[in-house]
């Protein structure tokens, strides 16, 4: 079984301050996902990382995937009380698989 | 475009009842997925379809049941409800196997 283990689990922080979030796994990954789900929202995709060492920003986010493709860490900076939300990864399995993998989440909570 | 819709988005079932859980997709992906989603267990699926007339079994199959017979819709039956199944469902889709997920905005299931 291939299984994303993501830390922290839980996440509180203020405003204007800088977290980082990890997804590990003892598996290579073919290419890793992240996406953001609001309360009561599906999740939505953020970004996907596919080559080893691979760093992506979208505005504030930076997203880097392992060079052996094991791992992948999202940073941000400056937090907001809108980037408040559940962050998942999801893995491609390297050798084949119909479907995602995902890891259970990091509840980030960024008060004002 | 609505992209992927969830109906209902809230139900209350008694034990032993039925339902059907509806979703549609307008992107004319070929990938459909059923998830569950609980607190601490994140996102474990159910059943998913890799195209018109397909079903696979998931990771938590157990008490449901699924259809596809056209390519843009993918129905989640309860066929006696329990309320081990009480959750939030959500219906993914994806143009290619892995690819990025696109969410519905969810269905919370209460069963009593």
């Known amino acids: 079984t291939q299984l994303l283990e993501q830390s922290p689990q839980f996440l509180s922080i203020q405003e204007g301050e800088n977290l980082t979030v990890y997804c590990n796994s003892s598996?290579?990954?073919?290419?890793l996902q992240w996406y953001r789900q609001e309360p009561g929202e599906g999740p939505v995709l953020l970004v996907t990382?596919?080559?080893?060492?691979e760093v992506k920003k979208l505005k504030r986010l930076t997203f880097q995937f392992g060079d052996a493709r094991k791992d992948s860490s999202l940073h941000i900076t400056a937090a907001q009380p809108g980037d408040t939300g559940l962050y998942l990864c999801a893995g491609d399995p390297q050798g084949g698989s119909e479907k995602l993998v995902f890891g259970k989440g990091t509840k980030l909570t960024v008060n004002p | 475009n609505a992209g992927v819709t969830q109906t209902p988005k809230f139900r209350v079932l008694k034990t032993g009842q039925s339902m059907t859980l509806l979703c549609a997709q307008d992107?004319?992906?070929?990938?459909m997925y059923w998830y569950r989603q609980d607190p601490g267990m994140g996102l474990r699926l159910i059943h998913y379809s890799v195209g018109e007339g397909t079903t696979a079994k998931g990771e938590v199959p157990d008490g449901y049941n699924v259809s596809r017979l056209k390519k843009q819709n993918f129905l989640l039956g309860l066929e006696s409800a329990a309320p081990s199944q009480t959750s939030v469902y959500f219906c993914?889709?994806?143009?290619?196997?892995?690819?990025?997920?696109?969410f519905g905005q969810g269905t919370r299931l209460t069963v009593v």
């Open positions: 598996s290579v990954f073919s290419s």
């Open positions: 993914a889709s994806s143009s290619f196997t892995r690819g990025e997920a696109f």
């Open positions: 990382v596919v080559t080893g060492g």
């Open positions: 992107m004319n992906h070929e990938y």
